[in-house]
């Protein structure tokens, strides 16, 4: 997966196909009728001929085949979100009935990566107006690489949608669906581009202590950079507190890639950290948090791959076993144990490069993936054999531009949600199936799949995340936040 620039990014148009032309209604022809004339009198005999023939001389079943199919190729100026291009002058605004709650909020510069951090604010809430944190890194033009920082934040005041119908919520926070929406930070200098982000939380070591919070950037420097934001997170709660210089250090700098990349992941089976991490030169290193709070980076890489590594995934069962997706399109699963450092098995999935992957976390033989020409499919791990060809067990080519992000629902195994390249934030629910004789499009729009629930606008989205303790609520980075949760979730 390219870099793009914030510059190259915004100067660039909104991808998608052109608008239908509207059908033209000639109102005057339309008002000119006067008295029925048949002007097939003199064709047919009988009154049966004309019954059988139809109105236009042509019996009604060819006729309605030929009106269905019209229909299907140009259904009627039907605008897709992310492939109609829009004509000058016009901009898309949302639906404010399909959301349960919608915010945007800006940043200093664009943010290329980000993640949602575990707060002791509760599991399940529904109550707004609702607060979460993230951190995220800034992609700077590049000739202010030295403004790039990692940005640690607090949203709250995250109120629902005025008028807005959520039965988990009570009449007495109505008061709060007019607030604006308050965004505070904590910025950490990096001085180079971020190309991604991920959060660890280690449990806390006793009972009136928090946990420590980590995080690990990928950036263009090829150095990754492991910090402790616990203080900053605590920061947004206790005024008056200062972050020092020294809590802006990174506790740990990993210098062993010699090129730039894309790939990190924490597992979540190791409570105090343990950390993948993938280059441009497909290699693969691991680094591992001591008892004592240092870092160990093991400097025999895993090799296997023969381009880029786009996305690391760490089993959510095996605590040994993780996945690897690159640009050479394939997705090759490693465990850790193997002296050799190869993986144990590859899968050519893609002709193109596989951008992103992931790996639900409640049905642990799935796994999601994303590629450079827009499409995404589910695997079940089950049916690959080291001597097979892998067939997806669901894969939609809805997306006309790269997949930049995929990401099952932490609690139902059947929703996804993708962002791609061409502007959007989508959801699907795979639980929808289809019988041999039903339409694999929805509304007789094509190529509109039914498994698709909801289609959210986001101008240059890169990532889409779940908040895991928030039922329904999705974030997305792009030219600009987005916190929402649609009526479909």
Request: with cysteine.
């Amino acid at each position: 997966m390219s870099k793009r620039t914030a510059d190259e990014d915004s100067a660039g148009p909104l991808k998608g196909r052109s608008r239908p032309d509207a059908m033209d209604i000639d109102d005057d022809k339309t008002n000119e009728m006067g008295e029925f004339e048949d002007e097939f009198e003199d064709e047919f005999e009988s009154e049966d001929e004309i019954i059988e023939a139809g109105i236009d001389g042509r019996p009604d079943a060819e006729r309605e085949a030929e009106e269905g199919a019209m229909e299907l190729d140009n259904p009627q100026g039907t605008f897709i979100v992310g492939r109609t291009k829009l004509e000058p002058g016009q901009t898309l605004s949302p639906d404010p009935t399909t959301y349960r709650m919608l915010h945007n909020l800006s940043t200093p510069w664009p943010c290329l990566s980000f993640d949602i951090i575990r707060d002791g604010l509760g599991d399940n809430r529904s109550v707004y107006p609702m607060t979460m944190y993230t951190v995220a890194g800034t992609q700077a033009e590049n000739t202010k690489a030295l403004d790039n920082s990692l940005m640690v934040m607090k949203l709250s005041a995250l109120s629902k949608m005025q008028g807005g119908d959520d039965d988990d919520s009570s009449d007495d926070e109505d008061d709060d669906e007019d607030s604006d929406p308050l965004l505070e930070h904590k910025s950490i200098p990096l001085n180079s581009t971020t190309n991604r982000i991920r959060a660890h939380q280690a449990p806390a070591t006793g009972a009136s202590q928090t946990p420590t919070t980590l995080t690990a950037t990928m950036t263009e420097s090829t150095n990754v950079y492991i910090h402790d934001i616990t203080p900053h997170l605590a920061s947004f709660d206790t005024p008056g507190t200062i972050i020092t210089p020294q809590q802006n250090k990174p506790v740990c700098t990993i210098r062993a890639h010699k090129s730039e990349g894309y790939a990190v992941d924490w597992s979540t089976l190791h409570p105090q950290g343990k950390l993948l991490t993938g280059d441009n030169d497909g290699l693969i290193y691991v680094t591992t948090r001591t008892d004592g709070g240092g870092f160990v980076t093991d400097n025999r890489p895993f090799t296997g791959h023969t381009s880029s590594v786009e996305e690391l995934q760490w089993s959510p069962s095996e605590a040994s076993v993780f996945a690897s997706a690159s640009s050479d399109g394939t997705i090759r699963v490693w465990d850790v144990r193997s002296k050799a450092r190869k993986p144990a098995l590859s899968m050519q999935v893609s002709n193109v490069d596989v951008n992103v992957m992931s790996w639900s976390r409640q049905t642990t033989h799935l796994l999601a993936s994303g590629d450079d020409a827009g499409v995404w499919g589910v695997w079940d791990l089950r049916q690959w054999k080291s001597d097979g060809k892998p067939t997806p067990i669901a894969s939609f080519d809805y997306h006309k531009e790269q997949i930049t992000s995929v990401e099952w629902h932490p609690t139902d195994d059947s929703i996804v949600a993708v962002s791609a390249g061409d502007n959007t934030v989508t959801i699907w629910d795979l639980a929808v199936e289809l019988d041999d004789e039903e339409s694999k499009d929805t509304g007789g729009v094509a190529d509109v799949p039914p498994q698709l629930l909801f289609v959210h606008y986001q101008n240059l989205a890169k990532e889409v995340h779940w908040h895991s303790q928030i039922p329904g609520v999705l974030a997305a980075t792009g030219e600009e936040f987005s916190v929402f949760r649609t009526i479909s979730v």
